[in-house]
């Protein structure tokens, strides 16, 4: 898809050491499970978090959770900043854009979100001014940036013998937009992501970072699920949040879902306390700031977005 002409401007570069590519993907899985959670883009809610967890923890069976990256983003108040550590760090994790830019900073990178062409100015910028405020409060925590910069780029996993690659952005990069829903939607975006199992090895690919959730599914059975926002709405009208559910069963809670041969990728909503979390959020972040600007009206809301959007038709795989 076409970039922007600005792609080496803070915000909109992605770093050379952002890309791990989908042969990286191959290697092998790091635990085998028979349901794997994946919550992506918590962007410092701990009543999400909460949540999150006490669905996981009523899971049976042999299980994991892992946070695919930008957990952290609104929680600069250290008190937020360290709770949201607190919570994470029991579970697996790898590292977003935005803990990478916190533990390793990439300098021109700014908030290393590398958005694309269809982002405007100022919604970079302020994205920009979000990360330097929130370095000034992880500076504070030097073990938390120590864990930050441990955290991998990506985690494969096993779910009843189907490989999933868990990513934070794309197969290539973790920044990469290739499996954000306005990729999706088109027939060369489509293309590009299903080119991308066959050198990965993967049944499934969990991804997040593009802060809008899509699951495609793709002939062959082969599925990308994105989760959007862990710690946002992500649909118009809504106030929670959405994690990915991969599983041998079916869950009751699941808002939508498909098949990826015989397990069940499912969107599984984290209803947390939303009034809560606007007062959380504005204690920080009050009118004027730049995250009230950018997110505020999504937090009360949820985008412009539906979710029958998110639930794509079968694609067909590339040869």
Known sequence: MRRSARVSAPGRVCPVSYRHGARALAAPAELEVDTLWIAGGLYGNPLALERLVR???AEPGAKALTFNGDFHWFDVFPGDFAQIERGVSPFLATRGNVE?????????AGCGCAYPDWVDEATVERSNRVIERLRATAARSPQALERLAGLPMYLVAAVAGERVAVVHGDADSLAGWGFS???LSTQPGRA???????????????????????????TGGQVIANNGSAGMPNFHGTRFGLATRISVRPS???LYGTRAAHLYV????LDYDADAWQRRFLAQWPQGSAAYASYYRRICEGPDYRSEQALRREAALAA
């Open 55 to 57: 669905l996981y923890e």
């Open 100 to 108: 990478t830019e916190l533990a390793a900073p990439v300098d021109g």
């Open 181 to 183: 829903q306005e990729a």
């Open 192 to 218: 590009a992501a299903a080119r991308a199992f066959a050198p990965a090895n993967a049944r499934i690919f969990a991804s997040s970072h593009s802060c809008l959730p899509v699951l495609q599914r793709f």
């Open 252 to 254: 009751a809670k699941a």
């Open 266 to 269: 499912e969107a599984v909503p």
